[in-house]
């Protein structure tokens, strides 16, 4: 299926710990997004890249760092997490164009304890 | 500044009605994109229509519509006929062109749950 995957879709862990998520689309598609949605289901954009370029780095802590290997894959490593941290994580894509309509990940619930 | 104010948290409809979930905005850009996207309970993202700041016409999708003020910077989404499956978050959101060398963001309202009633 042509989509937008995310890896894993639920992920418990300890504070202080390093984690990461996974993110693919097989979209075809140049940019791609990370994006935070917090317990009030408040959504806010945090890194974009296009074509593995950073473009968009809104201020994220620094222990938030996203990876792009290619154009079709954009991963989010996270250091030391906090408690604050919990959340879901939405990666996102969209082709270069006017409408640049953006194709949603299901989603990663994070739960920092 | 709030650039998309949602103001509704809740709204319920009635089966086979039609509901207006509200969406202002503000922005100086001349070119903008809005956008409506759904998110049921089982939580992923649903693209549900879009409306570019130089469309001529409302967008309309199936039973979703976009009602586009540009005076009044609003962009409601009207659904019409609701559905039992219609029950979810929606959201407004805006892109604003030009951003970061051209390259856009989303940026998202507060979200408005809508249940729908048999």
């Known amino acids: 299926d042509t989509a937008v995957s995310q890896t894993p879709k639920y992920l418990v862990t300890q504070m202080g710990n390093d984690k990461s998520i996974k993110c693919e689309q097989n979209?075809?598609?140049?940019?791609m997004y990370w994006y935070k949605q917090d317990s009030k289901k408040f959504l806010k954009i945090m890194f974009s890249?296009?074509?593995?370029?950073?473009?968009i780095n809104e201020t994220v802590p620094n222990r938030f760092s996203p990876k792009s290997p290619d154009k079709a894959h954009l991963n989010l490593h996270i250091n030391s997490l906090e408690l604050g941290d919990s959340a879901v994580y939405f990666c996102?894509?969209?082709?270069?164009?006017?409408?640049?309509?953006?194709?949603f990940g299901p989603g990663t619930r994070l739960t920092v304890l | 500044a709030q650039k998309i104010t949602q103001t509704q948290p809740g709204m319920f409809v009635q089966e086979k009605e039609a509901v207006t979930l509200d969406c202002t905005y503000d922005?100086?850009?001349?070119?903008?994109?809005l956008f409506w996207y759904k998110q049921p309970s089982s939580g992923e993202m649903i693209f549900l229509i879009y409306?570019?700041?130089?469309?001529?016409q409302n967008a309309t999708e199936g039973r979703y519509s976009l009602n586009f003020q540009k005076a009044r910077k609003s962009a409601n989404l009207v659904i019409s006929a609701s559905q039992l499956g219609d029950s979810a978050m929606y959201f407004c959101?805006?892109?604003?062109?030009?951003?970061?060398?051209?390259?856009?963001?989303?940026?998202f309202g507060a979200g408005t749950r809508l249940a729908v009633h048999p």
């Open positions: 996102a894509s969209s082709p270069t164009s006017t409408r640049n309509e953006q194709f």
């Open positions: 979209l075809g598609h140049d940019t």
């Open positions: 890249y296009n074509n593995k370029e950073l473009i």
């Open positions: 922005t100086s850009d001349p070119s903008y994109g």
């Open positions: 409306q570019g700041s130089y469309d001529q």
């Open positions: 959101a805006m892109r604003e062109a030009g951003f970061s060398g051209g390259y856009n963001k989303l940026i």
